[in-house]
């Protein structure tokens, strides 16, 4: 499946890339023969010059699309010329027709000039591109942009790639034959992928390769790859050493490897995308020190979720938080107690930055294709696989996981196949809980209302929530001056009343100061985040210097930084959307100064080349407010590409187009007393 890495991620503009397992037919009544295309595509990436065979087993009539940059040159049934005709199009692409004979091998060369490498794009133009892009400095056609034609929903292929001295390129699959030219040939590479596909993604680029061959028990030896640009060279071993760590380690915690590769490919382009037996990173992605921590390891993870076992998308996809919990938030469990809670505090601050009719729920996740869509599919389904550990306990849990892979593997399945292997496992029936965190959108809003001693051992805790009420399992924490410890309670009416026995006189209570529920946290003691004006709906921004360089530099900042166009408005305070406020530093101070805002906080004083920062403390009907305050235009501009990564933050310092230092307004889990009367 072609997905954009953990790490940035929006739109895809890759068609899925699924597979199935293959079925021997028995009998004359068996299902009839899997579609298959076979391929062989030349390219010259300098000159961008494409030209392609293919041959299909078609059924009568075929109509199939390529790129508008693609035209059919010859086609022929059964070796007899048949005309292909243009019966629709669009702005970039076209729908052929042709007739041929039932069950005819139709054979189809076409080619043309590729649309050129556009460096110009940052991650959200990447993903958001709807053709084929070729170049010397390297090449992406992706599955959805119409470079072949496509035999059926899904198939099996066959691909053998042809390009010039310099050039490697690839597509997901086993690597069947390869020949590497001198300096007057030409590279020569056959990609074979026997389970239905259902797309093809092809990378080239002038790619140093670097392999390792792992040995396994009764099995063909795993190949791993990196296809690497020069530069990337010293990172090779990394990548391979850590790609073989996180095949062994989810074999182990799932079942087998699926596949017999797994390669990490160079993008020229600043994002990253995930395929069956490969990953394709951006160069510059790539030499971040935490992608071989966390997102290389996500993406092995997904030849097991969404590439081993298919994604029923008709009931929302649960592969995204499947993954992220089994990757991303395992990482840090490992690491430390407070590094898992953290990144659960900041899921559940991403869900509060999105705004209430905006929510939707897990059942209607399919794709990312906006920040708001990416916090349901992957975080809000990350924590409920944490709340159903929690729930059924930690070898229920792992068992379940194992017994649904054993079950599903090369299988579409639901979320209903999930609950089925866990309720196995568990030995519970999980209808309701799963019905509840798949189906409504807007997550609990809790909060303790009273805590008072009911004798001298026990304490009633009256907690209030949101309607209608959720059935939940929440953690209480009872505190005394150097202690607390843990209750879980039943929570499952508008307002209910537990009676709690803690092992010492309390002093206070505290609810899930852990943050291991999906809800809405207290805007209260929430400190705002980027995040919230990424997702804004209408977000407003207000330019506070008078400068044409810097008006110019503040528009392009906003048009990096928002999901959505923003409306430029001439105050710098007011109600309703997020508000962000550019200028020169003197002017901003000023401007702060003059609608008696907080002044400059001391985490950001007047470091580095740019400060972005949230104005805390401000809640409801007063609008939310940022600020990026800079030393000059060139500086404010420097930071429009990477501002959007950093949504979780709460501040940030730049030297150039690099964040120096960053950080989150901290948040307090009020501790509500316990009263004598």
Known sequence: ???????????????????????????????????????????????????????????????????????????????????????????????????????????????????????????????????PMASAEGSFLPSGSGWYPEPAARFSYRVRIVLPPGQRGLVAGRLASESISGAGGRNQAVFEFGQPAEGIDFMAGPYSVRERLIERAGRAPLRLRTYFFADLEPLADGYLEDSARYIALYSHEIGDYPFDAFSVVASPLPTGFGMPTLTYIGRDVLKLPFIRATSLGHEVLHNWWGNGVYVDYASGNWSEGLTTFMADYFYKERESAAAAREMRLAWLRDFASVPENAHQPLSAFRARTHGAEAIVGYSKAAIVFLMLRDEIGETAFRA???????????????????????????????????????????????????????????????????????????????????????????????????????????????LDPDFRLWRKLDPQTL?????????????????????????????????????????????????????????????????????????????????????????????????????ASARDAGSLLAIARSLPHYGTQSWLVYDGARVVERGVWPVEVPVVPVVRR
């Open 1 to 131: 499946m072609t997905r954009p890495l953990s790490c940035g991620a929006a739109p895809r503009f890759a068609t899925a890339l699924l597979f199935a397992a293959l079925a021997l037919a028995e009998t004359a009544l068996a299902a009839p023969p899997r579609a298959h295309l076979d391929l062989e595509v030349e390219l010259d990436p300098a000159a961008r010059r494409f030209h392609a065979r293919a041959e299909i087993a078609a059924t009568g009539e075929f109509a199939f699309t390529l790129h508008r940059s693609l035209a059919v040159l010859k086609t022929s049934a059964n070796g007899e010329a048949v005309p292909a005709r243009i019966v629709e199009s669009s702005e970039h692409l076209r729908r052929w027709h042709i007739v041929s004979p039932p069950g005819a091998t139709v054979r189809i060369e076409y080619g043309g000039t590729l649309p050129a490498l556009d460096r110009t794009l940052d991650h959200r133009g990447v993903l958001a591109a709807r053709g």
């Open 400 to 510: 379940g996981v194992r017994a649904f892979w054993k079950a599903q593997q090369f299988k579409s399945a639901s979320w209903n196949d999930l609950r089925r292997a866990f309720e196995e496992t568990s030995g519970r029936a999980l209808g309701s809980f799963f019905e509840q965190w798949l189906q409504r959108s807007v997550g609990p809003a809790l909060k303790i209302v009273d805590a008072r001693p009911e004798d001298g051992k026990t304490i009633a805790v009256a907690i209030e929530q949101s309607a209608p009420p959720y059935a939940l399992s929440v953690p209480i924490d009872i505190v005394a001056q150097n202690r607390a410890e843990t209750h879980r309670v039943p929570v499952d009416r508008d307002r209910t009343v537990v009676t709690i026995a803690p092992g010492f006189a309390a002093d206070g209570v505290r």
């Open 527 to 627: 400190p705002p985040i980027l995040r919230q004006w990424i997702v804004a709906r209408a977000p407003h921004l207000a330019v506070v210097s008078r400068s044409a360089d810097l008006e110019r530099a503040a528009q392009a900042v906003s048009e990096r930084l928002f999901e959505r166009p923003a409306t430029r408005i001439g105050s710098v305070d007011g109600e309703g959307e997020p508000l962000l406020i550019v200028g020169l530093a003197d002017d901003v101070d000023r401007a702060l100064a003059t609608s008696r805002l907080p002044p400059r906080p001391a985490a950001v004083a007047l470091r580095g080349s740019v400060q972005v920062w949230t104005i805390a403390g401000r809640h409801p009907p007063q609008a939310p407010i940022a600020v």
